[in-house]
């Protein structure tokens, strides 16, 4: 919902029969305006006006007795929650599936300004805009993040995606006080295992500031992030949803994040698909891990487990682990090292059945921060090493 000026709460039902709701400050009805289509958009408010869009493709402007002043045709449906910049001008967008994302500027009295279409193409409309004084910023379901000017011309552009992760799914930006965005993402680090949140955070001009892994202790979940919030002190707050890889148990997480320096941590050795044999790359191979159909890697004979930590100077102390993943107790401590670059020499004594299947690490940052990165599926063969 939103808030007008003298307390009124305005939100959108849908059924089959759609309505916008005004609702005054006692809890009793004002009026309420029945739509083309179900509405699922946060309201708008400018200048004594309500703009919202319906899934029929449509942009209304009411006013604050509920009488509609217009009402423009966008073409195809809309979830996006409109947006207004300081000269009026009203933002939102529209895709369907197998349509190119398009983007709308509508002057105050219902015309068109101008329509822009993503040169990338899109799946889905976009969440909203974030609007400063001369920039439009929103993102795209490809991925993608924008900067336009208030003429519809792109300013620059992020594009979130990697090779393992073509179309991570990006969520509505926030921009703080100095300037600097903020957009939220997920992504998988490689080709196998869960989802990993992620925080960015770009300068005015387009220049990647940080990015930040969200992690938890619960490193079998995808991790979806919200969109991010930025307090008055400058804390930029995400909240997360934990999706389990298999089981149904799910978990939420709230995270407060200043700027800073970056943390992560990545495996990268031994890699997957690979053989490797007393400790050596032998070739890629095609493996697959029956329990999960994800492909896997087969170490005989130990190998020297490698990792990317960033800021790695601020890192007291990485601790690697082995687990089971289908296995009820909990990952071993197989070593912990002091100083970069933070590496193990992993021999484990197994026969690949019944076995531990996953390498699990973690970085203990100075200020008490604690990011994690596990590789699996493995399969261990040795017959010498720890148990």
Known sequence: PCIGPDGTVYFETHGKTSYLYAILPNGTLKWKFETEGYVSSTPAIYNNTIYFTDMYGYLYALDFDGNLKWIFDLKYKSLCNPSVDKNGVIYCSTALPGRVNRIYAV?????LKWEWISPFGGSGDTHGFAITNDTIYFSTYEGILYALDFDGNVKWYADLSTSYTPSPY?????VGKDGTIWITCNR??????????????????????????????EPYYHHWPGSPSIAKDGTVYVATFADPVSGTETFGYLYAIREGIEKDIVITRPKIPYLYIFDREIMKINKIYRITGYPCSIIIGGITVETEVKSDKYVEKVEFYTDDEWSSTPPKLRYTDYSPPFQWKCKIKSFGVESDDTIMVKAYYDDGDVVVDILYPLKFFSIFGEE
């Open 107 to 111: 002057y105050p009295n219902g015309t």
């Open 170 to 174: 990006s969520n509505l930006p926030a």
């Open 188 to 217: 998988y680090d490689r080709g196998t295992g869960p989802l990993h949140a992620y925080l960015y955070a770009f300068t005015p001009d387009g220049e990647k500031k940080y990015e930040i892994k969200l992690v938890s202790s």
